[in-house]
């Protein structure tokens, strides 16, 4: 069920309708759904209630410590890609014990920091981010639990930039040289191996991608337990697409048998790092329609957020539904919805069939993963706030950016700074 729903023709999020909820903090504004983003956390924990687990919710999908808290408050793990993303993970009350530190380009003063915060893990992407990583624990005096995130060479037939697990990709370890990559780890004084790791990309609509992903790493498992290296955990990244255009799903329960099914034989918990299947459905983007402008060759719907506040559009070709807050009762006609930004490439949804009025609040659904969190500065535009719908209660968990916070930090040449 979803925590979107209307009444007398009104959109709701929870108790509190969308078009009161415009008129008193303004638009863009990011809504999201507390019982929403409970209930997918939920639909993982009971689908893998059988089998050892973390559910490392994926931070990049949407940070605001809002969401950390009520994802912590439920148990969840996280999994970070970056410092900033820890420090907010601990300023949300997550547990660092419970966190997996993904990506491609860890510094030393990263590592440095995960160290002393006592992380679960470092999803370790290349051999030379392992040497660093050893350099750094033995001067620290600790131990970094590891885990080598193996490229499987696996195509998650989505998106070409949300494609991660195929060999031309950036990311990972060569499936070919992780055994002897380990064997290296596994001797390396404040290295000490507990888990392997891979994620094959996003917004994955099919599990035959995930299940040739956890065929390749249990090979790998096997050769290693043969070579007297044990592994505690195998991390299966995340992925899980959502319906955004009225795709079809894969069932939470048929993907989780999916991956659990082949562990059967082997005693490792199952840590998942899903951020788009745990958010998206649990955040619209609410903006109002300033100008129409009708032509004669196409009909353009002028509206207050842009490219900068809800890029997926734009960056991706991304289809979001656009719905009215309340129907205006005007007549229906074919509009591309664009936004205030200077490029042709700032639209937040071509070819919609609506009544529209100008003042009109419309519904940007599936917003609440890669939305903010992907949100800009471009043409010195304020980011738009962030509320939670919690039942009745509306909590404001980000103002909107004031005009002067664009340029803290900036001076000009003469040394002033307004
Ligand atoms: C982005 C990312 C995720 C989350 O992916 P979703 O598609 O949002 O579930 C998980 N793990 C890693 C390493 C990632 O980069």
New binding site residues.
């Given amino acids: 069920m979803s925590h979107f729903h209307r009444m007398d023709a009104t959109l709701f999020c929870e108790g509190v309708a969308l078009d009161a909820l415009a008129a008193t903090h303004g638009t863009p504004l990011y809504v999201y759904s507390r019982g929403e983003i409970e209930q997918a956390y939920s639909a993982y924990r009971a689908a893998l209630a059988h089998h050892d687990h973390l559910i490392c919710y994926?931070v990049?999908?949407n940070s605001n410590l809002a969401v950390l808290d009520v994802l912590a408050r439920l148990g969840a793990g996280f999994?970070i890609?970056s410092i900033g993303e820890l420090e907010r993970v601990l300023a949300a009350g997550g547990n660092p014990e419970k966190v997996v530190f993904?990506?491609v380009c860890k510094t030393r003063e990263d590592m440095r920091r995960a160290l002393q915060a006592g992380i679960h893990c470092f999803?370790v992407e290349s051999e030379a981010e392992l040497d660093m990583l050893a350099v750094v624990a033995e001067e620290s005096n600790l131990v970094a639990p590891i885990s080598l995130?193996v490229n499987p060479d696996v195509d998650a037939r989505t998106h070409p930039y949300?494609a991660?697990g195929l060999k031309d990709n950036k990311?990972g370890i060569a499936i070919g040289t992780a055994l002897s990559l380990y064997r290296k780890a596994a001797a390396l004084p404040g290295i000490q191996p507990i888990g392997i790791?891979c994620?094959i990309?996003?917004?994955?609509l099919n599990i035959e991608p995930f299940s040739e992903a956890v065929a390749h790493l249990v090979r790998l498992v096997d050769q290693l337990g043969e070579s007297g290296i044990e592994l505690k955990h195998i991390d299966l990244?995340?992925?899980?697409?959502v319906s955004y255009e009225g795709e079809t799903v894969p069932a939470i329960g048929d993907y989780i048998s999916a991956l659990t099914g082949p562990l059967e034989a082997h005693n490792l918990t199952l840590i998942l790092?899903?951020?788009?299947?745990?958010v998206a459905n649990a955040g619209v983007l609410l903006t109002r329609v300033e100008y129409l402008k009708p032509t004669t060759h196409k009909n353009f719907a002028l509206v207050d957020a842009a490219m900068n506040d809800l890029l997926r559009p734009a960056l991706y070709g991304a289809w979001q539904d656009i719905v009215p807050v309340t129907a205006s009762g005007n007549i229906t006609r074919c509009w591309d919805i664009v936004g205030p930004v200077c490029e042709t490439g700032d639209f937040l949804g071509k070819s919609r069939d609506l009544a529209l009025r100008s003042g009109d609040i419309l519904a940007v659904m599936g917003a609440g993963?890669?939305g903010f969190a992907m949100a800009s500065n471009y043409n010195s535009r304020p980011r738009p706030a962030e509320v939670l719908i919690d039942g009745d209660t509306t909590h404001i968990v980000r103002a909107r950016e004031s005009l002067e916070t664009l340029w803290a930090g900036e001076s000009t040449i003469s040394g002033a700074s307004l």
């Fill in positions: 994926a990049k999908a999994d890609v993904s990506g999803n995130r949300i991660t990311f790791d994620h990309g996003s917004q994955i990244g995340g992925g899980l697409g790092e899903p951020g788009r299947s745990i993963a890669y």
